[in-house]
């Protein structure tokens, strides 16, 4: 087990550093003029950008820059943005946009499952009744109609109807942060619900739960002691992975509501170019997404005692 | 045996159909059976004759495109054919009549201990709760010959092999305390060393806990170990019913015959095998008279027309068969079978 | 009556086709499909509504007063009500909306056919490879987590660099270049499941070719994934374009796609609710029916449920 969970560590590792060795790769193949600000590159010569680029050891070798890259990487060195906030280290542009998001992220995921598993519960327990029918009509509706419709309509109706704020702010954190932490539940609570139906049935048809029948317990019960708590296992190998991916923030509902959280971040970012921004976003990204699905196995292998980790790959 | 006790069980010409792929499967045909108290009674048949569809319906277990159609099935003077709501199906289940199911791989909640799955059954049954029960689920568990019981009740079953699920399986019915105990076909997945543990245990048990026992099997060989009497049943009907005597050296229905005859203990050597030609019939079609008619290779006319009553054979023997009709041609019975029993006369 | 029954009591010859004669079962699989399907009321009537949009949108643009190309921005006209003449009024540069609306509708549905068709072929191709062919797995496996794990936009964005500008073949490219992903693992996670159960591995020991044992024992279950990850796919291509538009990362704003209807449009249809409106109702029946379409076919498609 142990030996299992450091070569997955070391593969993960191996894996977030090809990663940012394309995106480096990818960033370096751009246009030189992107090193400078707007201004610079109208202001500045040809000589004095050569200078600047020279300084800056951007005109070495490709390898040699590369190692430079990984061993800032290892000093947790980010580098430093050079057209959103010029000069400032991108760790802290990092921190001080991420709370934001993480904190909607973590709010909007604690109501999404608890009323996402309801639902999915309730359903279950309707099945091919009315409230089953609803769930599903909701269901399908979060998912196939583009979420930015979802949100316009969310943004028309809470705007016009509750008289909600259209926009985030700092001031009116809590009234504000209403329709905007509503619009990302959508879809969670959707997923979870299709997710925990989906499963309960699965487990329902399974033979064990017919010796329970035989043995004389009631279906309401066989529902709750057996086919939930089974039916949970995997759900939860997935929430290490959405926590941290709250820290990343929705790129759509933040730039919707004009939330100032890590998602416009990296879409401005890659918009004018900020390579070493784009660069220390991308590693975040990829760190958070190769850890929680690390951390969803180990919660796997926690709470599923049939579960001996050999060393199979997998996918998610 | 005192033949004319009361059955506690008795099922009269059931009938039960399935809808599948459009179509309607009779898989049951009016069929009868009787159980009588404290005996153990096996019903014989092939794979698909419905044994445990006949057996499932004690129980309201049947898959969801199932339903009895006709007939009843009476218990403890209520006709339990009629139950519809789960309520009335709760003093039936686990309480009066348990089951004991084929496959022990997959009868058991892979994600639960051992001990809490045998104590719920005590919970629900028994009502007990909490340590007591706790400690009757490790009693239980030694009963059935696990060893080291109090270790074993915490763990999980992919930790037990196959035999000893089958015995915590057995554990989890016995301990519902049930008046009825249906083992369908439990020795069937396991080694032929543990079959006879096995047997043995339920054997025990029943005399320890005074159950009546159905035991659902297609092998000769335990029914010849362990049943006081035998109901062949073929095509969804019984077709046969008497002690495990008379099945064996004195049987009278021309499937029986043949089931006996494919015997290879009873075979000789050097001679091909006999078996039973040709398939069981189709029960999405209607059947005409006698459904093994078509396999049977001294046939009557009146067969392949009209069904066979039951004739009496003995106060215990019955036999669905136009053989025994007195306007029968003279028949005898097989060579295979006489023999038999000329060799348990010596 | 009693004699009749009483000639009948003599024995009968034996005849062994007789005893053979079982009612075989004609199961055709693509039958069992059709009938399923048909079964649903509700998958044949939203076939019918698919159909019937796809056609009308043609028949919108025909008979629209006004053609795309020759629309010209005149703000007298902005914001003008839905009437007899704009049947879907205008929008903020007083652009007929009606035309707008439909013609940007065909855009996504063409992009999102093409996406899908392509993903399709692609994430088939690969995901079978990937299941069947046993030291491809780890590679595969590599190259997935690590497309996975980089966030879609930042390669778009990347090739919108070096092709200057999405236009609509190269947006094309690039999302069949992601799409392919959960259409080859959902394939890849079948065959590998299916491949090694007892029934095929004795097929093969009887010695039949291996392209048989796909097509015939594989391939029907995977009819049914595909089929679903296609109905996905379609609204969901629909749903990234209309978000990488909105950021300002899809087509290029002389295309016309629903995304960039709508980021006009967010500013203002908190007042002016009829720009939000028809789009909205428009995409959404397209989305949904295709969905529900491709659900249900899938369910008639599964195998299991051919009972």
């Known amino acids: 087990m142990v030996k299992y969970s450091i070569t997955r560590l070391l593969q993960s590792a191996v894996t977030v550093l090809i990663v940012a060795t394309i995106v480096f790769l990818l960033m370096r193949a751009l246009p030189t003029d992107y090193f400078f600000t707007e201004e610079e590159v109208m202001k500045l010569t040809e000589q004095q950008k050569q200078d600047r680029l020279e300084a800056a050891g951007l005109n070495d070798p490709v390898a040699q820059q590369l190692l430079r890259f990984y061993k800032e990487l290892l000093h947790g060195d980010l580098g430093k943005s050079r057209r959103i906030r010029v000069d400032k280290p991108v760790i802290e542009i990092i921190q001080e946009r991420f709370p934001v998001s993480m904190k909607l992220g973590l709010i909007s995921l604690g109501i999404s499952l608890v009323l996402g598993i309801a639902l999915g519960i309730l359903q279950v327990l309707n099945k091919e009744g009315p409230l089953d029918h609803l769930g599903m009509i909701y269901t399908i509706f979060v998912n196939a109609v583009p979420p930015l419709v979802t949100y316009s309509l969310v943004l028309m109706f809470g705007a016009k109807v509750l008289d909600l704020p259209s926009m985030f702010s700092k001031r009116n954190e809590l009234q504000s942060s209403i329709m905007p932490v509503v619009c990302l539940s959508l879809s969670s609570i959707a997923h979870y619900a299709m997710w925990t139906r989906r499963y309960m049935v699965d487990e329902l048809n399974k033979d064990y739960l017919r010796l329970c029948r035989v043995k004389g317990m009631p279906t309401k019960d066989i529902m709750i002691k057996h086919v939930l708590k089974n039916a949970f296992v995997p759900l939860i190998a997935y929430i290490p992975a959405s926590i941290l991916f709250t820290i990343g923030g929705s790129l759509l509902v933040e730039r919707f509501f004009g939330i100032p959280g890590m998602g416009p971040l990296l879409v401005d970012s890659i918009g004018r170019y900020d390579t070493p921004l784009v660069q220390g976003l991308v590693v975040l990204y990829a760190s958070m997404s190769v850890i929680g699905v690390f951390l969803g196995d180990v919660m796997m292998t926690v709470m599923d005692p049939r579960i001996k980790l050999t060393g199979k790959g997998d996918t998610r | ?346 | 009556m009693a004699s009749k029954q009483d000639e009948l009591f003599r024995f009968v010859e034996y005849s062994p086709e007789n005893a053979e004669r079982i009612g075989y079962s004609n199961y055709s699989y693509w039958r069992s499909v059709m009938q399923n399907f048909l079964k649903r009321k509700s998958a044949v009537f939203m076939l019918f509504v698919f159909v019937g949009l796809v056609i009308f949108s043609f028949i919108a643009l025909a008979i629209g007063k006004y053609d795309w190309a020759t629309l010209v921005t005149n703000t007298d006209l902005a914001f003008h009500k839905p009437d007899g003449e704009y049947w879907f009024g205008c929008d903020n540069l007083g652009r007929d909306y009606w035309c707008q609306v439909w013609y940007s509708m065909q855009t996504s549905v063409k992009l999102a056919a093409l996406v899908g068709g392509g993903e399709c072929v692609l994430g088939i191709v690969i995901g079978c490879l990937w299941g069947y062919v046993r030291w491809l797995d780890r590679p595969i496996t590599e190259l997935y987590n690590i497309i996975n794990n980089v966030p879609m936009i930042i390669y778009l964005t990347l090739i919108a660099l070096i092709f200057r500008g999405l236009s609509f073949p190269v947006m094309c490219i690039t999302l069949i270049a992601f799409g392919w992903l959960v259409m080859a693992r959902n394939v890849r996670n079948l065959v590998f499941m299916y491949r090694d159960r007892e029934y095929n591995l004795a097929s093969r020991c009887l010695g039949t070719p291996i392209s048989r044992v796909l097509v015939k024992n594989i391939f029907p279950y995977l009819i049914s994934v595909i089929v679903l990850r296609l109905a996905l796919s379609i609204p969901g291509t629909i749903s990234l374009e209309t978000t990488l538009s909105y950021l300002g990362l899809g087509l290029g704003i002389d295309t016309p796609s629903l995304g960039i209807l709508l980021r006009n449009a967010r500013n203002y249809f908190v007042d002016y609710p009829y720009l939000l409106v028809f789009p909205a109702v428009v995409v959404a029946l397209i989305t949904i029916t295709f969905y529900l379409l491709g659900n249900a076919f899938s369910d008639a498609s599964d195998p299991r449920n051919h009972v």
């Open chain 2, 1 to 346: 045996m005192a033949e004319n006790r009361q059955p506690i069980l008795s099922a009269k010409d059931v009938e039960i159909e399935f809808t599948l792929r459009g179509k309607v499967l009779k898989a049951i045909r009016k069929c009868s059976l009787d159980l009588y108290k404290g005996e153990t009674l096996a019903i014989v048949g092939e794979s698909g004759s419905g044994k445990s569809v006949f057996t499932k319906s004690f129980l309201g277990m049947l898959d969801a495109n199932g339903s009895i159609t006709g007939g009843t099935i009476t218990y403890d003077g209520n006709d339990i054919s009629k139950y519809k709501t789960e309520k009335q199906w709760m003093a039936i289940r686990g309480k009066k009549i348990s089951m004991v199911m084929q496959d022990p791989m997959t009868s058991l909640n892979p994600l639960k201990k051992i001990g809490k799955q045998i104590e719920e059954s005590i919970t629900y049954n028994q009502g007990i709760k909490g340590e007591e029960a706790r400690k009757m689920a490790i009693e239980m568990l030694s009963k059935v010959g696990i060893p080291d019981p109090e270790r074993r009740a915490k763990q999980y079953p992919h930790e037990f092999s196959g035999g000893m699920r089958q015995r915590v399986v057995i554990a989890i019915a016995a301990a519902c305390r049930p008046d009825i105990l249906i083992c369908d076909e439990p020795t069937t997945a396991l080694d032929v060393t543990i079959q006879a543990q096995i047997l043995d245990l339920i054997r025990g048990l029943q005399k320890d806990l005074d159950m009546t026992v159905i035991y659902i099997t297609h092998d000769l060989g335990v029914v010849a170990n362990v049943a006081d009497r035998v109901a062949v049943m073929y095509a969804g009907q019984i077709v046969e019913v008497g002690t495990v005597e008379e099945i064996f050296y004195d049987a009278w229905h021309p499937y029986t015959w043949a089931l006996l005859n494919s015997l290879p203990q009873l075979g000789v050597k050097g001679e091909e095998l006999p078996t039973i030609e040709g398939t069981p019939p189709n029960l999405f079609n209607e059947v005409h008279g006698d459904a093994f008619a078509p396999r049977n290779k001294q046939a009557l006319a009146i067969d392949f027309e009209e069904e066979p009553p039951f004739f009496n054979v003995s106060e215990t023997h019955i036999a669905k068969t136009w053989y025994l009709d007195p306007r029968a041609p003279k028949i005898e019975q097989p060579k295979s079978i006489l023999s038999l029993r000329n060799k348990m006369k010596k």
